[in-house]
């Protein structure tokens, strides 16, 4: 993963960019790595034609969404159990789909402020969440339906959520274009803030 490369202002179109992304590729070469991932802000025209250029292919795109605290509907009658860190964990090495290196079980499993929680209910319906907790803000959100409804499900988790941390601000990162639980997101305030394109380059 090259999580972040930045060129200052002063030095830019100097060949720097091209100079360290041939530097990393090489050092990823010599380590036996069959693979690099990135992700590029979308619409960062210049850095997106660097990537390019060195052989990446985008794979997908993903929301950077956040939300202000406000009020939220209280949730729902059912089942509810918080995750310690650990059930977190647990809970995401069950997790289907792709995950990029934001919230990545390897990059997860070193976050010690790690949390979950997880609502069934009586018709069958059940999913989780898992999340990292600050002491102003959320962020890292996962969710996973395993049977229903994954708009019901992410509105019961979210207003879960916000009825213990009604004063948080929110960030979810890397939520897939796709992910059936944006509407829930969306409904419940969350906002657009930018999206990222992932890429991918084999050695």
């Known amino acids: 993963w090259i999580p972040r490369l930045g060129v200052l202002p002063a030095i830019r179109r100097s060949g720097a960019g091209d100079a360290l992304m041939d530097s990393m590729l090489a050092n990823a070469q010599s380590l036996g790595m069959e693979e690099t991932h990135l992700e590029v802000i979308r619409n960062n025209v210049p850095a997106h034609r ?23 509907p209280e949730a729902v009658q059912c089942d509810t159990t918080w995750l310690d860190h650990d059930a977190a964990l647990e809970a995401l090495e069950s997790y289907p789909r792709h995950l990029t290196w934001i919230t990545a079980l390897s990059s997860m499993r070193n976050a010690p402020d790690l949390s979950g929680i997880r609502v069934e209910f009586a018709n069958g319906s059940s ?3 898992v999340f990292r907790y600050h002491k102003f803000s959320l962020s890292h959100l996962i969710f996973h339906t395993e049977q229903g409804s994954p708009i019901q499900i992410g509105i019961q988790l979210l207003a879960t959520l916000y009825s213990r941390y009604p004063r948080h601000d929110t960030y979810a990162e890397n939520i ?8 829930a997101l969306l409904g419940m305030g969350f906002f657009d803030n930018f999206r990222r394109i992932e890429m991918r380059r084999k050695m």
């Open 127 to 129: 999913g989780w969440l």
């Open 176 to 183: 897939q274009v796709e992910d059936p639980h944006l509407p």
């Open 50 to 72: 660097l990537f390019l250029k060195k052989g990446f292919k985008e794979v997908d795109e993903y929301l950077v969404l956040r939300r202000a605290p406000h009020s939220v």
